[in-house]
């Protein structure tokens, strides 16, 4: 299903780019364009990457025992 009609981006391709670590719409429109053009998109593409579309993000959110340590070591 098309969540960018203007520049055909699917849900799956922004669930990937989501994967690939783009966890906000700003980093979804670099990767992919989606959201640049009319701008109708950008609620939709939140509403995927809030619905656990980011595991970098839900890492985040839970305080990871890695991150802590990535935390740690910086
Ligand atoms: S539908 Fe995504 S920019 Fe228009």
Not at 44 to 69: F, M, N, S, T, Y
């Amino acid at each position: 299903m098309y969540v960018c009609s203007c520049f055909g981006i699917t849900e799956d391709q922004v669930k990937e780019h989501a994967v690939n670590g783009a966890c906000t719409p700003r980093q979804i429109a670099s990767a992919s364009k989606a959201g640049t053009d009319c701008g109708s998109c950008v609620r939709r593409i939140q509403a995927l990457l809030g619905r656990g579309a980011c595991p970098r993000r839900e890492l985040i959110d839970r305080r990871a025992p890695a991150l802590d340590r990535l935390d740690d070591a910086a």
